[in-house]
């Protein structure tokens, strides 16, 4: 569940089957007087394009009923719910959901139809808040993948520890500080505060503090951890250690957020 907020309305956005689809009930609210969605359904331009869209789109549509319903339209007395037009014709544009998030739901092109009918003004927002949305969720799957990259790198790096670094007799608490301890190498490198002092200082936010790392933080802590496992396993000592991978890191940074790439490097 997401939400936009449009010319002051909130408007809910589901996932269906992997499409985004929109609240229509949320985006009536900006419309001005007593209107309903029945009033927008049992327009024929409205039945067309729906009649289209699910023509390119759903093959189990029922064109039979959908024509039985078309040739209404024009009549005064036709009115026909989302439900029924639903059930009827086995479209499936339209969602009508009960519950907390309940309301009428539309696929996008179809919400985007809508917001129309409300006016061209709210169908420009509308449109421009999705894109924002969706510009949003991809940085996030951006972050997403650039997370799971640097735990599965911290695997390299915590068998680098296991081989080189741990005592052939050793407890299972000896040996979590021993993983703890080079945990905060990179901590202290990468973002110069140790997980216990970051949990100290944030403590209402949860997880840690890799957690609320940037991307270009991630990949180049997904490089360190790489790094910092070749390092272990040449013996070089921590120190020489930490130092090495804060410089390393200060570069990759440099480089990451200002592209500060030598150009004699690239010809």
Not at 24 to 29: A, N, P, Q
Request: aromatic fraction near 10%; charged fraction near 25%.
């Amino acid at each position: 569940m997401a939400k936009i907020v449009v010319q002051n309305t909130e408007v809910n956005v589901v996932k269906v089957n992997g499409e985004d689809y929109i609240c229509i009930t949320d985006m009536l609210r900006a419309k001005d007087g007593d209107f309903f969605i029945t009033d927008w359904l049992r327009n024929r331009n409205t039945l067309e394009f729906i009649g289209i869209w699910e023509k390119v789109y759903n093959p189990d549509f029922n064109y039979g009923e959908f024509a039985i319903i078309k040739s209404q339209s024009g009549l005064n007395r036709f009115k026909i719910s989302v439900k029924e037009f639903v059930a009827r014709t086995n479209a499936i544009c339209l969602q009508a959901k009960a519950g907390r998030y309940g309301g009428t739901y539309a696929h996008k092109d179809i919400a985007f139809e809508f917001a129309m009918w409300i006016s061209p003004e709210f169908k420009i927002y509308i449109v421009k808040e999705f894109q924002r949305l969706k510009s949003e969720e991809q940085k996030m799957l951006g972050w997403s993948a650039k997370r799971e990259l640097s735990k599965i790198n911290y695997r390299i790096h915590t068998d680098a520890i296991k081989t080189h670094l741990l005592p052939v007799e050793v407890t299972r608490e000896q040996a979590s500080h021993i993983y703890a301890d080079e945990a905060d190498v990179l901590n202290v490198a990468m973002f110069g505060t140790t997980a216990r002092r970051w949990r100290e200082e944030n403590p209402d936010l949860k997880g840690n503090i890799r957690d609320y790392a940037s991307i270009n933080e991630l990949i180049c802590l997904s490089n360190m951890e790489n790094l910092n496992a070749v390092f272990i396993e040449q013996g070089m000592p921590q120190n020489e250690r930490l130092i090495k991978l804060n410089k390393i890191a200060i570069h990759q940074m440099s480089v990451l957020e200002c592209g500060d790439i030598d150009t004699k490097l690239l010809k």
